[in-house]
């Protein structure tokens, strides 16, 4: 029994560890769909600052990360 118990735990371990290995972050997302339209992209870095500018025809993305924190900002042509 205690077995079979183990053989169970490490299955949903192992199951859980690698599917958050594939998972990709809302940024690395937005980043690859953002290259795929053909945008183009700015990088600049400060110290631990970063920041990253995309803009396509009718997209502009903005993704800043500080202090381990990420914020994101998405305008399309339709807002104003």
């Known amino acids: 029994m205690k077995k079979l118990i ?3 735990f490490m299955a949903c371990f192992l199951t859980l560890s690698l599917t958050s ?3 990709q972050s809302e940024k690395d997302k937005l980043i690859e769909e ?4 053909g945008a183009t992209m700015k990088k600049k870095v400060d110290g631990d600052e970063s920041k990253i500018k995309m803009e396509t025809e009718n ?4 993704i800043k990360e500080e202090d381990g924190e ?3 900002k998405v305008k399309t042509d339709t807002d104003n």
């Open 6 to 8: 183990y053989v169970f």
């Open 21 to 23: 290995c594939r998972e």
């Open 34 to 37: 953002m290259k795929e339209e």
């Open 59 to 62: 997209k502009k993305v903005k």
């Open 70 to 72: 990420t914020k994101i």
